[in-house]
């Protein structure tokens, strides 16, 4: 049986360059022998949550939204909202991943963030990174990414550009120090 790491983070190796990913940290929302879903959770977009509110006429004017950006979660459907956030599933379209942890790629959750209604945290993407079966695997092989099981106060409470040297350091690496060549033993 394989290895899946559904709710861990990927972090990408130094020496990953591709365009979407260098120095990122994917959040595994989904991962089985069918491929994996995740979202990356520390590349904020220049797009505002209240310019997104405003273009979807959804009147949101709390204090919470005011104060976050979207983050670009992926290159896949870069133009499908999505939230990942604590606090249940009373959404339309709600996925439980783990214990107080959901995602929404329903509109409907947009009112209510910020409010007593909604989600105490939440991170808000658009679009999502995925793997075809056996891709991500194959990645991993190749020294790509190291993989943490995820933790709430990273994804919800670490600023967006420290996430990718915080979560190295939940393996006690500084990923800094990292060689861009590695082998299998």
């Avoid at 995820?150 to 393996?171: G, M, V």
Wanted: proline share 4%; charged share 20%; hydrophobic share 40%.
């Amino acid at each position: 049986m394989a290895d899946y790491f559904k709710n861990h983070f990927l972090v990408a190796m130094p020496n990953l360059i591709d365009t979407f990913f260098y120095h990122s940290v994917v959040y595994l929302c989904e991962h089985d022998e069918n491929g994996a879903m995740g979202i990356i959770i520390n590349r904020p977009t220049k797009i505002q949550l209240t310019e997104l509110l405003g273009h979807l006429h959804i009147d949101n004017h709390s204090e919470w939204v005011q104060s976050r950006t979207v983050l670009f979660g992926g290159p896949v459907k870069k133009d499908q909202g999505m939230v990942l956030h604590d606090g249940g599933e009373q959404w339309k379209s709600t996925l439980g991943i783990e214990e107080n942890l959901f995602l929404t790629t329903s509109s409907d959750i947009l009112p209510d963030l910020g409010s007593s209604k909604g989600p105490r945290n939440a991170l808000v993407t658009l679009g999502y990174a995925g793997w075809g079966e056996g891709q991500l695997e194959q990645e991993m092989a190749e020294n790509s990414w190291l993989t943490v099981p995820a933790n709430h106060q990273l994804l919800f409470d670490t600023p967006a550009d420290e996430r990718w040297e915080a979560s190295a350091k939940l393996l006690g690496i500084d990923i800094h120090l990292m060689t861009n060549n590695a082998g299998h033993a």
